[in-house]
């Protein structure tokens, strides 16, 4: 039968590899824009809250602990996109296998990384009261060098000249920061700025491995990374950090002086309030941002996109608080640039490489037919 219309059959598998082609076109634009909103989302909210979070201190505010609750009180807003996208998480599930990782698993993984996380929004806390915005903005960056060496150990990936490049760059850049021990901003404590250097160190060190650490949680108990398991891994983090802040609030004595800091804080009650409410929220939109990158891409590219965010911050910091941008910051910066872009350009060629070789099983596969 086909040798009676071989050109019959030659147009058929030409109509196929056209519908094939433009699904796959319609597919790829549909991510794109995916990973587009998603990375908006993430720049725009980490900036708005690492800046709100220091007009608290500057205006007055003092609560440590109220500050790391901001970092997840306000995870209630991830119910947003989960329910908006109750249908793709419905249809993703019907395509995945029906396993259901053990419940007392899943509790261990969300309260270990909960504590973790809370842990580590109190550092990063102290580390924006004891440091200027632009400062604590640098450090932040060697957060993509902690992350390959903890996915090298924990999650078996690999490191290439460009990746060891940009730790190496990294590590300078925080160095170059770490020398300079007097403050850029009135509002900032000279004699505390060691004890700021090495908290946000240790900070941008544990976010990384919390990164890690959900990746290594998705492969080995959870055993999916759809959109709604990626949004339960935060939501239920965030709840049990909200909790662990809300617990140190209350232990350490500092709810006592909440009261008379908002009737301190220089820009009235209300400041006080939109304030603290508005970093939560930019805090929870940077996590929707996260959120989609890691079920679009990887934990590991959002963190490169979040690095992303450290020549903006400091940009707003010199407009907004005052912070000075002298010689030393700006080779700081540049030097966290390049190591971004070492780093961002590894993850580029590794796409490159796994489309060529999607694009030649393609091939392989139209040619047999």
């Not at 021990?181 to 505390?192: C, F, Y």
Request: aromatic share 14%; hydrophobic share 45%; net charge neutral.
């Amino acid at each position: 039968m086909y040798l009676q219309n071989p050109q019959k059959e030659q147009r058929r598998l030409q109509q196929s590899l056209l519908i094939k082609t433009h699904q796959q076109m319609t597919t790829n634009l549909s991510w794109w824009v995916a990973v587009s909103v998603n990375i908006l989302l993430l720049l725009v909210g980490q900036v708005a809250a690492t800046l709100l979070n220091r007009y608290y201190y500057d205006q007055g505010g003092n609560s440590k602990w109220l500050e790391t609750l901001t970092f997840s009180v306000a995870f209630p807003i991830l119910y947003i996109p989960l329910l908006f996208f109750n249908t793709s998480v419905k249809n993703a599930s019907m395509q995945q296998d029906c396993y259901r990782p053990p419940f007392l698993s899943l509790v261990l993984v969300y309260v270990g990384i909960g504590l973790i996380t809370a842990a580590d929004s109190l550092m990063y806390s102290y580390g924006l009261l004891y440091l200027s915005v632009s400062t604590y903005s640098l450090l932040c960056a060697t957060q993509l060098a902690f992350n390959a060496v903890f996915s090298y150990f924990i999650n078996s990936e690999k490191f290439t000249h460009l990746t060891l490049n940009s730790v190496v760059l990294l590590t300078f850049s925080a160095a170059v920061i770490g020398i300079r021990h007097e403050s850029d901003s009135s509002t900032v404590d000279p004699r505390k700025a060691p004890l700021g250097f090495f908290l946000t160190l240790a900070a941008s060190a544990t976010y990384s491995l919390i990164l890690s650490l959900m990746e290594l949680s998705f492969d080995k108990v959870i055993k999916s990374r759809n959109f709604s398991s990626v949004l339960n891994m935060q939501i239920y983090t965030a709840l049990v950090s909200t909790i662990a802040a809300f617990a140190g609030l209350f232990a350490s004595g500092e709810w006592r002086s909440l009261k008379g800091e908002m009737e301190s804080f220089e820009k009235g009650k209300l400041g006080y309030l939109m304030t603290v409410i508005w970093s939560s929220v930019a805090w929870q939109v940077t996590n929707v941002g996260l959120v989609g990158l890691i079920f679009e891409v990887s934990s590991l590219f959002s963190n490169v996109i979040s690095t992303l965010g450290i020549p903006i911050v400091p940009v707003f910091a010199v407009i907004l608080f005052g912070d000075k941008m002298d010689g030393m910051k700006v080779i700081s910066l540049l030097l966290a640039l390049w190591g971004f872009f070492s780093y961002f350009y590894q993850h580029y060629i590794d796409y490159k490489s796994q489309k060529k070789g999607r694009d030649v099983e393609g091939k392989d596969e139209t040619s047999g037919a």
